[in-house]
Every structure is written in C-alpha cells, then in structure tokens.
C-alpha cells in the first residue's frame, strides 16, 4: 500500500442521527472493500443545531442501544476497525475539526440531502466546516454511484500564484490515488475567464497526465464549465480546491467553488 493511500485509512464520518439513510457510511463501507488493507472508521453522531431549528420540529429524538446496533451491524458484518463519538454541540464544525485531529483523520465525509428536500443542504456550519478543514471533506450525494467510475479534476493551471500552484498540485495527486484505487476514467478540466489567459495545454497535459481526449480546456464562467463537464462525462465525482479564508473572509460566502459545489448534483470533495 503507498503512502499516499496510507492517508485515507482513517476517515471520519458524520452521522446524522435525524436520517434514515447515512450515505455518508455507505461511501466509507465502499472505500473499505476497495482500498487495499481497508479502512478505520470514526463515527462523529451528532445533530446539526442550524437544521434542527430550520425544521422547526420539537427536539424529540430518542436514539437508543438498539439504533447504535443498526447503525454499526454494517461495520462489524466486514470486520471494520471503529470507534465512535456522540456530541450535543453548538459548536458543530469546531467540534468535527476537534475530532478529525484527535483522530488523525484522513478524510472527512458527510452526505448531503439535497436531492431528498429538493433544496440545498449546506448550512453556514457546513460551509465553515469546507473552508478550514486541514484534511479533505467529502459531500456524499444520495444518487451517485458508489463504484467510482468517472473522476473529474478542477484546476486552474494559468496562475502563478504559488498557493493555487500548490492546490493543484493537491487536487491532481488526489485524483490520481483515486482514479488507481477504483480503477476509474481520470478527466481534467480547466476552465479561464479571458481569452488572454488561455492555459498552456502541453504543460496541462504534462502536469495531468491525463488522455488528451480526457483533458477539458474551456473559455467561461468556472461554475458553468465545470457543472457542464460533469454533467457531460457523467462524473462519479468532482474533485475542486478552495483556499482557506478565516477572518472577516471566513464570513463571507459566494467563492467560486462553492457556487460550483451548489450547482453539482454528485459527490464532491473539497481541498483546502
């Protein structure tokens, strides 16, 4: 096993106790029959306080020993190695960044239930969680295909701004475990706003790696590029980056990548 893949043998996964459905589990349970030597999982339980107060439901939930049963029988039936955790917090991505580095997280994977409400899931803790995380965060969507066939790479190859040439770096050498460890199609796009900034695509495809014919060099608005391309190629999954912002910045919404993370309706994994 490479180091590389080393990283992701310790993944947190969120659990919602107010779901039914944890797509976020059935990712891990599925990087685990994958993965060579499989995976460790460390359960974060915990309710959204933000969403709870949206559903203006009465707070009554009653989880008990049974409920933990159902929702590790998975884990124990392939003899996963797993700890978990309960919080009641307000403090809810503190309190998962907390966790992650007690744990030496790898990975981060939450589910996103958009397509159940028919609206957007990510709360303002959510979005905290994807700027600040140290490790990446994975949005498990309820209607992707757990085998990884088709991986798609967001980069921005025409700067030089050494903080967007080290992300994709990052971004690359993640999709590149990925497209190995579930022997998936690797396409790269790269989307630029001004003709004159139009990247060089021998230095592209050398950076990549990737097939010509799997290499998306388009003119226009990121968020639509990327959504188009995705949509295009039927990605399993979309790998972006984002730079940390803390601060007033951290407050701020409205960042490239999370309009595209908006407009995806398939799994996405976040890079800081």
């Known amino acids: ?78 003899n996963i190695e797993y700890t978990a955790e309960v919080f009641w917090t307000a403090d809810w991505h503190n309190s998962i960044l907390e966790s992650s580095k007690r744990n030496n997280t790898g990975l981060i994977i939450m589910s996103d239930y958009s397509s159940e409400k028919d609206r957007n899931d990510l709360s303002a803790a959510k979005w905290s969680l994807l700027r600040v995380s140290n490790c990446p965060v994975l949005i498990v969507h309820p209607n992707t295909e757990l085998q990884r ?54 230095k592209l495809l050398r950076e990549t790696d990737a097939k010509q014919e799997n290499t998306h060099v388009q003119l226009g608005d990121p968020v639509e590029v990327i959504s188009e391309v995705a949509e295009g190629i039927d990605a399993d999954i979309v790998v972006i980056g984002t730079l940390s912002r803390r601060g007033i910045m951290a407050a701020m919404r409205g960042n490239k990548s999370e309009e595209i993370i908006r407009k995806i309706k398939r799994d996405v994994i976040i890079l800081n």
């Open 149 to 202: 066939k088709t991986i798609l790479a967001a980069v921005n190859m025409q700067t030089d701004n050494p903080r967007y040439v080290d992300l994709n770096k990052k971004v690359l050498q993640l999709t590149r475990i990925m497209a190995l460890a579930y022997g998936a199609e690797k396409h790269i796009v790269n989307a630029y706003e001004d003709s004159m900034e139009f990247p060089d695509r021998a």
């Open 1 to 78: 096993m490479s180091e590389e893949i080393k990283t992701f043998k310790n993944v947190l996964v969120v659990i919602d106790p107010a779901m039914k459905e944890q797509y976020a589990l059935k990712r891990a349970l599925k990087m685990n029959e994958i993965l060579d030597g499989g995976v460790k999982v460390h359960l974060f339980i915990s309710f959204e306080m933000d969403e709870l107060r949206k559903s203006q439901d009465t707070f009554d939930f009653y989880c008990d020993s049974n409920w933990f049963a159902e929702l590790v029988k998975p884990l124990i039936n392939e």
